[in-house]
């Protein structure tokens, strides 16, 4: 079955940093979406992405989908200690179920 | 709108007893699904249900049970609780099953001994 990994696992950053965290299917995917879960939280939805080597931005936050469909990655751009938390991926495909990669659990030291 | 409602936050079960965890949504979601999440593993896929009377199973069905009786509701029942379903459960809700990001509950802590 469809598998989805993330690197790296942990991350650990000085504030304003920035950080990057890579999410690799191991099919084509029709979308792919991001989610940031706070410690001891719920995962929230960030972003969905549908397009070939789509890019989006949500202030700090960049988003991008693979030429292939098969990759994403989300950077963060000088980071706060508000960013926190882990980063999960998730690739779906019509009609499926979203499959959750790992996460990777950034953290940030003032 | 309260989102997704998830009851009870914390539990403590004793191997072999059951017990229901409860799920509801007002967003009118027609996609609902229970996950655990444990230490380095991500979000599982327990059940899943597409919409009322229709249910189905994920990545790691065994031991829970679910039913969808309306839109409103999708609770998860564990049956004879066992260490290993220690784990943090959430119940996420969508308008379908892709195409729409997911809006999880606040989880429920279970620990069983």
């Known amino acids: 079955g469809q598998q989805v990994m993330q690197i790296p696992q942990y991350q650990h950053v000085q504030e304003g940093e920035d950080f990057t965290t890579y999410c690799n299917s191991s099919t084509t995917l029709s979308n792919i979406q991001w989610y940031k879960q706070r410690p001891g939280g719920h995962p929230v939805f960030l972003i969905q992405?549908?397009?070939?080597?789509e890019v989006k931005k949500q202030k700090r936050l960049t988003f991008q989908f693979g030429e292939a469909k098969k990759n994403s990655s989300l950077h963060i751009t000088a980071t706060q200690t508000t960013d926190v938390g882990t980063y999960f991926c998730a690739g779906g495909n019509y009609g499926q179920n979203f499959v959750f990669g790992p996460g990777t659990r950034l953290s940030v030291l003032p | 709108n309260a989102g997704v409602t998830q009851t009870p936050k914390f539990q403590v079960l004793k191997t072999g007893q059951s017990m229901t965890l409860q799920c509801a949504q007002d967003?009118?979601?027609?996609?609902m699904s229970w996950y655990r999440q444990d230490p380095g593993m991500g979000l599982r896929l327990i059940h899943y249900?597409?919409?009322?009377?229709?249910?189905d199973q994920g990545e790691v069905p065994n031991g829970y049970n679910v039913s969808r009786s309306t839109t409103e509701d999708f609770p998860l029942r564990l049956l004879s609780a066992a260490p290993s379903q220690t784990s943090v459960y959430f119940c996420?809700?969508?308008?379908?099953?892709?195409?729409?990001?997911?809006?999880f509950g606040s989880g429920t802590r279970l620990t069983v001994v």
């Open positions: 967003m009118n979601h027609e996609y």
């Open positions: 996420a809700s969508s308008y379908r099953t892709t195409g729409y990001g997911y809006t």
């Open positions: 992405l549908v397009k070939s080597g």
């Open positions: 249900s597409v919409g009322a009377g229709i249910t």
